[in-house]
């Protein structure tokens, strides 16, 4: 890819993200709009209808003087915030808030109320995990060593609210001069990105039983009974290793279908031991078996082939072998993923499109939006050849962090979304969608599906998604 300016490419960026979620109007709008991205110096001279974002203030990892500001039913909670202008030309908009999404001149004149470029820029390219060096014992960036976390920040899609701004901006300068706080019909229906990574597809493994078998006498070293109902998951899976596990690929599908749902099937193959494919390759055949037309198959990367050329390559012939075609879309067994080199070395073998950027911990925004962008090396300015779907919810995660709330906390992060546009990507495992071992797991994806029906949320795999973007915002 030749090199690009970093105000080019989150330019792109945001146009290919209003390609996805807006109406056509509203991408044709933003094109003929005065935008302008320059310094902070040139910006303020900037004078009549025009949006000017300043592209020189520095990104700070530590989200400072968060702040919200009612929008198009919603609220969008935004930080870093700029100071006013001393020019009495320059006034708050909306006027009479206290905290403004936009200063405005006299003349028309639009300038972001935070910094708009640095926050996202930021965000996109990773620069909170690129400043430190906190790592967990897997390697990842954990949701937990995030300054958005304090702030409660995590669960904000800065790049949508920003979009959403800029779109209401546009509306705005062109009716009345002054940025809307409405979109009225601007907005496209939020789309549901659906995946199950299958790594354990049978009950019966080693690694498995044991956890089984040390969840029986560990209350024991706490001087409490043992928890013999574990054994009957040992003796259940033993005689029939595919119950709830395997078998419950067709109930995915089946429910899926039922709300007119798509979704991604990552297969985890290669080596085999705790970290690796427990369940080997040779059920794979059978998972493939199920998956019909029009729900796609990806490779969910080992944990051994994180960043090893050879793991990976040999991996990736084998699952090619399989299901007959090179897998384009990926996610890595657990979400191992490094902000510096994973992208580059993903696109080096044959992944377009990668759903690893999530956190295991925590359900959130890693990359600060909910949809699709396109990996950027800030350090070189050259956009990579491959485009990152965030995962924003993974079933687990969602439960122990929420417990009782976890539809209501899901519901919510819907609602804003359908109030700004974007995507959400959620993973459910086959082992977590009916496995009365895991009573609390029990109707959580249908209850997610209901959800996302309610809010009249569309579904789209990753490719699927990443294809709908127009040709022209694809490369640099």
């Known amino acids: 890819m030749k090199a690009e300016a970093p105000d080019r490419y989150l330019w792109r960026q945001i146009l290919s993200h209003v390609s996805l979620f807006y109406d056509p109007a509203i991408l044709a709008l933003l094109e003929e709009t005065r935008i302008v991205f320059t310094s902070v110096r040139e910006a303020y001279g900037v004078r009549g209808p025009a949006i000017v974002v300043p592209i020189d203030i520095p990104f700070d990892a530590q989200p400072r003087s968060p702040f919200s500001v009612p929008f198009n039913g919603t609220a969008l909670r935004l930080w870093n915030p700029l100071e006013p202008p001393a020019d009495k030309a320059w006034k708050g908009c909306p006027e009479g808030n206290p905290h403004p999404l936009w200063y405005r001149h006299d003349t028309g004149t639009h300038i972001p109320a935070w910094n708009f470029f640095g926050n996202l820029l930021g965000l996109l390219t990773f620069q909170e995990e690129r400043q430190s060096p906190a790592r967990d014992h897997h390697g990842r960036f954990a949701a937990g060593f995030s300054p958005r976390v304090p702030a409660e920040l995590l669960e904000v899609p800065a790049f949508n609210d920003a979009g959403a701004a800029l779109v209401g901006a546009c509306i705005g300068l062109r009716r009345q001069g002054c940025a809307a706080m409405q979109l009225g019909t601007a907005l496209k229906r939020p789309v549901i990105v659906l995946s199950h990574d299958c790594d354990i597809l049978r009950?019966?493994?080693?690694?498995?039983?044991?956890?089984?078998?040390?969840?029986?006498?560990?209350?024991?070293?706490?001087?409490?009974?043992?928890?013999?109902?574990?054994?009957?998951?040992?003796?259940?899976?033993?005689?029939?290793?595919?119950?709830?596990?395997?078998?419950?690929?067709?109930?995915?599908?089946?429910?899926?279908?039922?709300?007119?749902?798509?979704?991604?099937?990552?297969?985890?193959?290669?080596?085999?031991?705790?970290?690796?494919?427990?369940?080997?390759?040779?059920?794979?055949?059978?998972?493939?078996?199920?998956?019909?037309?029009?729900?796609?198959?990806?490779?969910?990367?080992?944990?051994?082939?994180?960043?090893?050329?050879?793991?990976?390559?040999?991996?990736?012939?084998?699952?090619?072998?399989?299901?007959?075609h090179e897998p384009a879309a990926g996610r890595a067994h657990y979400l191992r993923f490094d902000s510096k080199r994973s992208f580059p070395f993903l696109s080096a073998r044959g992944i377009s499109v990668d759903e690893s950027a999530g956190y295991s911990d925590r359900i959130g925004y890693r990359c600060g939006i909910g949809g699709c962008f396109q990996g950027y090396d800030p350090d070189t300015e050259r956009a990579l050849d491959i485009w990152e779907i965030p995962m924003t919810v993974m079933d687990d995660a969602i439960l122990a962090q929420y417990g009782n709330d976890a539809i209501p906390a899901f519901e919510r992060l819907l609602r804003h979304l359908s109030r700004v546009g974007g995507a959400m990507s959620v993973v459910f495992h086959p082992g977590s969608f009916y496995n009365p071992e895991f009573p609390r797991m029990l109707g959580l994806y249908h209850k997610i599906l209901i959800a996302s029906r309610e809010l009249g949320c569309g579904s789209a795999t990753a490719l699927a998604l990443h294809r709908s973007i127009p040709t022209r915002f694809m490369n640099a």
Not at 215 to 228: N, Y
Not at 231 to 247: G, I, M, S, T
């Open 203 to 324: 009950g019966n493994d080693c690694w498995t039983q044991g956890i089984r078998a040390y969840r029986v006498i560990s209350p024991l070293m706490r001087g409490r009974p043992p928890a013999l109902g574990n054994l009957w998951w040992v003796l259940r899976n033993a005689l029939r290793p595919c119950d709830f596990y395997l078998d419950n690929v067709s109930g995915l599908v089946t429910l899926e279908r039922m709300f007119g749902g798509t979704s991604t099937f990552y297969l985890l193959n290669g080596p085999g031991g705790r970290f690796g494919a427990r369940s080997g390759s040779s059920l794979l055949p059978r998972v493939v078996a199920e998956i019909p037309r029009g729900w796609d198959i990806g490779m969910h990367y080992g944990y051994d082939a994180f960043l090893d050329e050879e793991q990976f390559s040999t991996q990736r012939r084998e699952l090619a072998d399989l299901i007959g």
